[in-house]
Nanobody, 125 residues
Framework: QVQLVESGGGLVQAGGSLRLSCEAS????????MGWFRQAPGKEREFVAA????????YYADSVKGRFTISRDNAKNRVYLQMNSLKPEDTAVYYC??????????????????WGQGTQVTVSS
């Protein structure tokens, strides 16, 4: 069992920045690919960013590419999402997630076994 605890959400003005953090409980943190998803009211949960466990390759949704950066620190069992140039349309609940170990495609919800509780990000105009 893996438990994920998120922090760093809040209210920010458009154009500002936030850094989300996700802390994992498992000792095998480095064996999981990690991702961030978000869900706005009335919309489906959508992929935001992901990072692989071995190569460290990163993947981003087109809507956030160039503005968001995902990173991980295996020694601290943490994954981060640095969000810059925030827009009102970025407003959503953001979820940290950990994949199944055999998954190669990590940009879909089906790849993930474990989810955090979510943290609210609100971007004002």
């Amino acid at each position: 069992q893996v438990q994920l605890v998120e922090s760093g959400g809040g209210l920010v003005q458009a154009g500002g920045s936030l850094r989300l953090s996700c802390e994992a409980s498992g000792r095998a943190f480095s064996t999981y690919a990690m991702g961030w998803f978000r869900q706005a009211p009335g919309k489906e949960r959508e992929f935001v960013a992901a990072i692989k466990w071995n190569s460290g390759n990163t993947y981003y949704a087109d809507s956030v590419k160039g503005r968001f950066t995902i990173s991980r620190d295996n020694a601290k069992n943490r994954v981060y999402l640095q969000m810059n140039s925030l827009k009102p349309e970025d407003t959503a609940v953001y979820y940290c997630a950990a994949t199944k170990p055999w998954v190669s495609v990590i940009t879909t919800r089906a790849a993930y076994d474990y989810w955090g509780q979510g943290t609210q990000v609100t971007v004002s105009s």
